[in-house]
């Protein structure tokens, strides 16, 4: 009879394990259950995801910004260093060309008004007999003073 007992024991024991079982697994399903039919939970946590997202994103995008502005202003640098330098090239030929210009129109000059008082008694009647020559040595002239005063005064 005692083996009868404790077949009958165990079979209760093993009955009973089994319900415990059981039992754990039937609330490990209604706890995730609950946790998948909390709405306002989910929509919390899918907020908190974008919001992540929305922070890299907007990380990314100024990285790569500040990178775009660092290469343009390098490269408007360099640009405006070459305009520079061939500003000065032609501000100096221009220069040199009318220092020459006026040099020669300024001889041209002497030699028309003469050393002399009499021949620079004529100037006026000469301007008047050439007007295009009086206004190209006029135009050298206001062209020279532009230069000198682009100069700075040297």
Not at 11 to 25: F, I, N
Not at 81 to 86: D, L, N, V, Y
């Amino acid at each position: 009879m005692t083996t009868t007992k404790n077949t009958q024991l165990s079979e209760t024991e093993a009955l009973r394990a089994d319900l415990e079982m059981t039992r754990q697994h039937l609330a490990d399903t209604v706890q995730e259950l609950s946790r998948q039919l909390n709405v306002p939970r989910r929509i919390k946590d899918s907020a908190a995801q974008a919001r992540h997202r929305a922070a890299e994103a907007a990380g990314t995008a100024g990285h790569r910004a500040a990178d775009a502005a660092s290469t343009a202003s390098q490269r408007a640098a360099a640009v405006a260093g070459t305009a520079r330098q061939r500003v000065a090239a032609v501000a100096g030929t221009a220069g040199h060309r009318a220092a020459e210009v006026t040099g020669t129109a300024g001889q041209r000059a002497a030699s028309v008004a003469g050393t002399t008082g009499e021949r620079a008694k004529q100037v006026p009647s000469l301007t008047k007999q050439h007007p295009g020559i009086t206004a190209a040595i006029s135009g050298v002239v206001a062209g020279a003073a532009a230069v000198w005063i682009a100069g700075g005064g040297k």
